[in-house]
């Protein structure tokens, strides 16, 4: 079974489980799931798309924006906005999977300098890209998830909960589905995905196989990973 449907499994309700990480992504688990039932996939930027715009447009100052402070007092630029929502990652059918190499530091540095080439203040610019991140997992519910399921609730997790501009833009995208964060299921935000990777483990070590292939792409489920004696 999927690490996140051993740990938010529910007979009645439709979840989704939505990390912010350095890459956001969601994992869908339907109400009564089984196996088959379950899909996730990247959604796109997260915290690590802000915290390289916060480090360049602090000079180094902070590595992050601390509590979205820095995001919470500039405006969003709508134009910017519509530039970076047409990204093509966004709208690729799931499976499908991102990192560094699509939204790390040299596609922050890019779009800074466009945004400075316009004169954006700085407050503009990390409002617009905590909007752009928002937004960007708002868009793949609408296409890959709410055509498929009605969701009772998203379970939210990763650093990215502790940025309260980025969980406040995702509160007004989301409207009445509730977000809720992992921490309300005695799962801390911090650590959720330590313990799905425990879990993971504790599959290789029973034999198990701890893939879905809906969820990667692969052939079939298969043992991950490799034990190697010490």
Same mark, same amino acid.
């Given at each position: ?49 802000l ?5 360049l ?6 590595d ?16 910017l ?17 991102t ?8 596609? #922050?540095?890019d ?5 400075? +080439? &316009?004169?954006?203040?700085?407050s503009? $610019? /990390? *409002?617009?890209? @905590? ?23 998203i379970?939210v ?22 977000l809720?964060? #992992? ?7 911090? +650590? &959720? ?5 425990? $879990? /993971? *483990?504790?599959? @290789?070590?029973?034999?198990?196989p701890?893939?879905?292939?809906k ?16």
């Amino acid at each position: 079974m999927d690490k996140q449907s051993i740990i938010f499994p529910d007979e009645r309700r439709a979840r989704a489980i939505q990390n912010l990480g350095g890459i956001s992504n969601v994992t869908v688990i339907p109400a009564d799931a089984k196996r088959e039932d379950i899909f996730a996939f990247d959604t796109g930027p997260g915290n690590m798309l802000l915290d390289e715009a916060a480090r360049l447009l602090t000079e180094g100052k902070y590595d992050y924006d601390p509590n979205g402070a820095i995001a919470a007092t500039g405006k969003t630029d709508m134009t910017l906005l519509c530039e970076l929502m047409k990204h093509p990652f966004i709208f690729a059918t799931p499976p499908k999977s991102t990192g560094r190499e699509t939204f790390g530091a040299h596609y #922050a540095f890019d779009v800074i300098q466009a945004a400075k +080439a &316009k004169n954006r203040e700085d407050s503009e $610019i /990390l *409002a617009t890209l @905590t909007e752009f991140t928002a937004k960007s997992i708002y868009e793949n519910y609408v296409q890959f998830v709410f055509p498929q399921h009605s969701l009772s609730e998203i379970i939210v997790s990763g650093g990215g909960v502790h940025n309260r501009t980025l969980m406040k833009l995702l509160k007004r995208y989301f409207g009445n589905i509730p977000l809720l964060k #992992a921490d309300d299921y005695g799962i801390p935000v911090d +650590a &959720k995905e330590a313990i799905a990777f425990a $879990i /993971l *483990a504790n599959e @290789t070590l029973a034999n198990h196989p701890g893939n879905i292939p809906k969820v990667t792409g692969a052939r079939r489920p298969v043992i991950l990973g490799k034990i190697i004696p010490v």
